[in-house]
């Protein structure tokens, strides 16, 4: 079985650029969670997606955009960067037939912004 | 607004020794779970133990266990013959069974070093 993989490891970008995060679920799983987690923080919730539908946010603005696909993987998008979103980016998938529904995280990618 | 607090920004232990690390929430639900979660320098966030509100018995694995005071609402994850392996960040983290949302909110993490 495929653990969560996210792409890429880490990057560096300018203030006022856009970024795209790629997340890879682990297989069988419908539901995938981001979090942003600055340096020497929890993660923070942004948002999740179940089944490519958005399904709940966090108090993240709306430059934070997200996408799921048929196959379950999903995207973070981050338009005009601003310093304060230099953090570790981590995804978590899950199924609603997990008991618990229990989450599995991503090693994430690091972002500097600059 | 459910929150979770870790008030011991670092712990240390002797190795083979034993250490708590203590974690309070804050809910006004009855059903939820609460988790402990490892993240070492590879930054993999790992899934120590977990805890089903409803459940009054403390989940143990192996060398792990927890000590669960609902009504107290403290959640603390007690480490007993610790290993070098064991230094990490540890996460505490509260999830409601009744959202439909998954999400789950973390609190600032306690980070434990193993002195051999």
């Known amino acids: 079985e495929t653990g969560v993989t996210q792409s890429p490891t880490h990057l560096i970008k300018t203030r006022g650029q856009q970024v795209t995060l790629r997340c890879s679920s682990q297989?069988?799983?419908?539901?995938v969670s981001w979090y942003q987690q600055a340096l020497g923080q929890g993660p923070q919730f942004i948002f999740q997606y179940y089944r490519e539908e958005e399904n709940g946010r966090g108090n993240f603005p709306p430059r934070f955009s997200g996408l799921q696909f048929p196959n379950y993987s999903s995207e973070l998008n981050v338009n005009a960067l601003e310093l304060d979103d230099s953090a570790l980016y981590l995804c978590?998938?899950?199924?609603?037939?997990?008991?618990?529904?229990?989450?599995?995280f991503g090693p994430g990618t690091r972002l500097t912004v600059l | 607004a459910q929150t979770v607090t870790q008030s011991q920004p670092e712990m240390s232990v002797q190795e083979a020794e034993t250490v708590t690390l203590s974690c309070t929430y804050d809910?006004?639900?009855?059903?939820?779970?609460l988790f402990w979660y490892k993240q070492p320098p590879s930054r993999q966030m790992i899934l120590v133990i977990r805890?089903?509100?409803?459940?009054?018995q403390n989940a143990t694995e192996n060398r792990f266990s927890v000590n669960f005071q609902k009504a107290a609402k403290s959640f603390s994850l007690k480490i007993s013959d610790s290993q070098l392996g064991d230094a990490a960040m540890y996460f505490c983290a509260y999830r409601s069974s009744t959202s439909g949302t998954y999400k789950y909110i973390f609190g600032t993490g306690t980070r434990l070093k193993v002195l051999a």
């Open positions: 809910t006004s639900e009855s059903d939820y779970y």
């Open positions: 978590a998938s899950s199924s609603a037939r997990l008991e618990n529904n229990e989450q599995f």
């Open positions: 805890q089903e509100a409803y459940k009054q």
């Open positions: 297989s069988g799983h419908n539901t």
